[in-house]
C-alpha cells in the first residue's frame, strides 16, 4: 500500500511567533488522519517547528536546499545543516524556484543527488506551465522534468523519494486541474516511471497534486487512484483548513 501524505508548504510566510501560533493550533486541530503529515516552514524557523514536533506525528520538512556540501555560498543552506537539527526530508523543483531562482532541470538533479546521498526524503516538484497544456505538450513537458531531474537515480533510490506533480497554471490561482486532470496525469507519470524502472517501483512511489487544494475540493482529487495526497500552499497557512484537507484523504 502506498503512502498517503499531506504536506503544508509554508513559503515566505508566517516569522517566529506566527508559525509557533500556526503550529499549536495545528496539534490541536488536526485529529485523526490516514495521511502522514508534513510541514514546511521558512529555513529560520525549521529549528523550532523541529523541537516542538519532536514528540508529535508531524514531520518537517525544508523548502529547498543547496546542492554543494559546505563552502563560500553566501546565504544558502546544506543538507548536513538540515540533518544536523533533525530536517530530514526536502522539496526540491517547487515550480516558485524553477521560475524566479532559475534553477534548472541539471541544477535539481544535483540538489537530488546530495540530498539522497544525505539519507534525506525528496518531495521533487514538476509540473507543466499553462501554455504548454494550451498546446497539448503537458505530457511531454513533465516527462522531460522527470527524465532530466530524476530518472538518473538508482531504483534502489526511489524509497526516499515522494513526487509532487503540481501544474503551475494552478498555483496559487485559485485553479486546480480537475480530478481528471489530476488522475490522467498522475497515471502518465506513473507508466512513465515503469517503463524507465519497473512496475514495482512506479506503484510505489506516491505522488501527490498541488495546486490550489483547499477543503471545498480535496476529497474529490484525493479520491483517485494514482492522487497518494496533496502538497498545499495557501490553504496550509490556516489550521483549520490544512486540517480539514489532511482528513480529506
Ligand atoms: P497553492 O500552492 O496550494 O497555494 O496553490 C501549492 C504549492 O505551491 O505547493
Known amino acids: 500500500?502506498?503512502?498517503?501524505?499531506?504536506?503544508?508548504?509554508?513559503?515566505?510566510?508566517?516569522?517566529?511567533?506566527?508559525?509557533?501560533?500556526?503550529?499549536?493550533?495545528?496539534?490541536t486541530k488536526l485529529g485523526k488522519t490516514e495521511a502522514e503529515i508534513i510541514v514546511a516552514p521558512t529555513f529560520t524557523n525549521l529549528y523550532n517547528v523541529t523541537e516542538a514536533l519532536r514528540q508529535a506525528d508531524i514531520k518537517v520538512a525544508a523548502q529547498n536546499m543547496h546542492q554543494a556540501e559546505n563552502g563560500a555560498y553566501t546565504g544558502e543552506i546544506s543538507a548536513d545543516m538540515l540533518k544536523s537539527i533533525g530536517v530530514e526530508i526536502v522539496i526540491l523543483g517547487h515550480s516558485e524556484r524553477r521560475a524566479y531562482f532559475g534553477e534548472t532541470d541539471a541544477l535539481l538533479a544535483d540538489k537530488v543527488n546530495t540530498a539522497l546521498k544525505h539519507n534525506m526524503m525528496v518531495i521533487f516538484c514538476f509540473g507543466e506551465e499553462l501554455q504548454d497544456r494550451k498546446s497539448d505538450n503537458h505530457f511531454s513537458v513533465v516527462e522531460n522534468q522527470l527524465k532530466n531531474g530524476i530518472f538518473h537515480i538508482d531504483a534502489s533510490a526511489w524509497k526516499n523519494v515522494i513526487l509532487a506533480y503540481e501544474p503551475v497554471w494552478a498555483i496559487g490561482t485559485g485553479?486546480?486541474?480537475?480530478?481528471?486532470?489530476?488522475?490522467?496525469m498522475h497515471?502518465?507519470?506513473?507508466?512513465?516511471?515503469?517503463?524507465?524502472?519497473?512496475?514495482?517501483i512506479a506503484n510505489e512511489v506516491a505522488i501527490l497534486y498541488g495546486g490550489s487544494v483547499k477543503p471545498n475540493n480535496a476529497e474529490e482529487i484525493f479520491a483517485k487512484p494514482d492522487v497518494d495526497g496533496g502538497l498545499i500552499g495557501g490553504a496550509s497557512l490556516d489550521a483549520e483548513s490544512f486540517a480539514a484537507i489532511a482528513k480529506a484523504i
Open 175 to 184: 485553479e486546480t486541474a480537475s480530478p481528471d486532470q489530476a488522475q490522467e
Open 187 to 200: 497515471a502518465f507519470i506513473r507508466a512513465t516511471i515503469a517503463k524507465a524502472y519497473n512496475d514495482t
Open 1 to 27: 500500500m502506498r503512502k498517503k501524505i499531506v504536506a503544508g508548504n509554508w513559503k515566505m510566510n508566517k516569522n517566529l511567533a506566527e508559525t509557533e501560533a500556526l503550529l499549536s493550533d495545528l496539534k
